[in-house]
């Protein structure tokens, strides 16, 4: 998508580099790609109806005493007694944003501190007052589409990258066929079979701004599935663990069929699964069983997958999915 913008997209606003969020020249600079964006409730951080002898800055790390609370309390710039909303117009801008070569304020300290700072790694009370100084939401520049104003006036038929990023792959599809202007004919190919792929194995509703870490186990195997069967590379070993889940029957035979690709471009794939459908599409069957975890390492079954699926006489157990 992002070569197909660099390329017929109007304005130009680059090469395809250009589209992308993990760019200094695609991102936004406000959330630098993020989408969201951190803040710091002052009204959280400080209670200004106390002194900083009384402990006016409301985070363990500023405590009174500490280090930290010394830079403010021995600077010589405040009354230490004398509570904040009492802090004339210059001491209170000075507290809060600092004076320059002379002190950081509280707030650009505690955003270069803290803001940066991942609340799953933060503990006890430093997490609670974490969570209750900084907010966080969607970023009021890009509206969350992470990237710049400049990236998102560049236009494909009227619409920028990320509202097209936002359609479920089936609609997208559409959208992309009806491009035709000069020199986008290969991009609009290759682009429309890659979202033909997702939406013949069942992933139509995905929209290609979805975080990847929000698919589940089936549907990421498929989204790589896709991938790989775009990419030039060959003589690779593919292992797919149950690649069905989530999948409805119908969409079964979609699956086969990319898995069967993937072995004619000259790989080797290795499927774990359960579904018959997909063993009796196998080159080459392996059974491991009776038995769950290490009681089920023994090998039941080698051979052809015809030989595998074959139904038995009545009784027998040896071999076939039961």
């Not at 695609?26 to 959280?44: L, N």
């Not at 503990?123 to 990236?151: I, P």
């Not at 870490?213 to 989204?223: D, I, Y």
């Amino acid at each position: 998508m992002r070569l197909l913008w660099s390329r017929v997209g109007r304005p130009f606003v680059g090469y395809s580099n250009a589209f992308s969020f993990n760019e200094a020249e695609g991102m936004c600079p406000r959330c630098e790609g993020i989408g969201h964006v951190r803040t710091v409730d002052v009204g959280q951080l400080i209670d200004e109806k106390r002194s900083l002898n009384e402990g006016a800055i409301r985070f363990p790390t500023f405590h009174v005493g500490g280090w930290t609370w010394r830079t403010f309390a021995e600077s010589g710039l405040f009354d230490v007694d004398r509570p904040i909303d009492r802090f004339s117009a210059d001491e209170r801008h000075a507290f809060l944003y600092g004076v320059p070569e002379k002190l950081e304020g509280v707030l650009g300290r505690f955003e270069r501190i803290w803001l940066p700072k991942d609340v799953q790694t933060l503990k006890g009370n430093t997490r609670e007052a974490f969570e209750r100084v900084v907010t966080e939401g969607t970023c009021l520049d890009c509206d969350g589409a992470r990237l710049s104003q400049k990236t998102l006036s560049c236009r494909v038929n009227g619409r920028n990258i990320a509202e097209c990023s936002n359609l479920e792959a089936e609609n997208l599809a559409e959208v992309i066929r009806n491009v035709d202007a000069h020199g986008s004919a290969p991009v609009v190919a290759a682009l429309v079979a890659q979202l033909d792929r997702l939406v013949s194995i069942g992933l139509g509703y995905l929209t290609m701004a979805r975080a990847t870490a929000t698919l589940s186990g089936g549907e990421s195997q498929r989204v790589k599935m896709v991938r790989h069967l775009g990419s030039s590379l060959t003589d690779l070993l593919y292992v797919f663990d149950e690649p069905t889940i989530g999948l409805h029957p119908e969409d079964v035979r979609q699956l086969t069929d990319l898995l069967h690709a993937l072995r004619d471009k000259g790989n080797t794939v290795l499927v774990v699964e359960h579904d018959p459908a997909v063993i009796a599409t196998a080159d080459h069957v392996v059974d491991l069983g009776p038995g769950a975890g290490e009681h089920g390492g023994e090998i039941v079954f080698a051979g052809p997958a015809t030989i595998f699926t074959t139904p038995r006489p009545a009784g027998d157990c040896s071999g076939g999915p039961g």
